[in-house]
């Protein structure tokens, strides 16, 4: 299984960009990662997913280096309601597509 | 509307009591599964099921049992077996698609405390 490091906690000013790293040096090829995030108490959120080129949505982009090694998580203006635990996740299909959960960053939004 | 529904949000019970936690979905999607959250700690898989009466063991299946009778429901019972039951329990569903990008949906979860 693929483990992803991300930073524990980050702080971001209101309507700027927040940037959110991840680490995922041992990735297999065919392996995607996963971006969802969880609001206190309720049930994670999915934000969006990549497997080598950068990917944009309506609530975040996604961009992932070449070597596969690492990706970033940006949500383009930040808001008061992305105060959330922010999940990066290398998505395993031999169990079944199970979601490896680690401890994600805790990202706090400031007016 | 389509979602996942857990029920209830909120779950007392007493030491040595099996309880059984409900989940349903409504959007046609086959595969569905149970994970574990425990305070300040990132989820872990406890069962899981690709299809209509087939379910395979997760990362923390002891004191745990699941069916899968429907499709559109996979209940979880925590047995008095499960040492230490207290946690957010989540539901989460995945429909077909290609093997490497079926994104998985989350139900907004229940606190289960045992007294």
């Known amino acids: 299984d693929a483990k992803t490091t991300q930073p524990p906690s980050m702080d971001c000013a209101e309507g700027r960009a927040a940037n959110l790293p991840c680490n995922h040096s041992?990735?297999?090829?065919?392996?995607?990662v996963y971006w969802y995030r969880q609001i206190h108490s309720q049930g994670p959120q999915y934000i969006i997913h990549?497997?080598?080129n950068n990917e944009t949505n309506e609530m975040a982009s996604l961009i992932i280096t070449e070597d596969r090694k690492s990706s970033t998580l940006i949500l383009p203006h930040a808001t008061l309601r992305d105060t959330a635990v922010y999940y990066c996740?290398?998505?395993?299909?031999?169990?079944?597509?199970?979601?490896?959960f680690g401890q994600g960053t805790e990202l706090s939004v400031k007016p | 509307d389509g979602g996942i529904t857990q029920s209830p949000k909120y779950l007392f019970r007493k030491e040595g009591q099996n309880v059984t936690l409900s989940c349903e979905q409504n959007?046609?999607?086959?595969?569905m599964y149970w994970y574990r959250q425990d305070p300040g700690q990132g989820l872990r898989l406890i069962y899981y099921s690709q299809i209509v009466n087939d379910f395979q063991k997760g990362d923390i299946a002891e004191g745990y049992s699941v069916s899968r009778e429907k499709k559109e429901s996979f209940p979880l019972t925590v047995t008095s077996a499960q040492k230490n039951p207290t946690a957010f329990y989540l539901c989460?569903?995945?429909?077909?698609?290609?093997?490497?990008?079926?994104?998985?949906?989350f139900g907004p979860g229940t606190r289960l405390t045992v007294l």
């Open positions: 041992t990735i297999s090829g065919n392996e995607y």
């Open positions: 959007l046609n999607h086959d595969a």
């Open positions: 989460a569903s995945k429909g077909p698609g290609s093997r490497y990008t079926d994104t998985q949906y």
């Open positions: 996740i290398a998505l395993n299909y031999n169990q079944g597509g199970k979601l490896i």
């Open positions: 990549g497997l080598k």
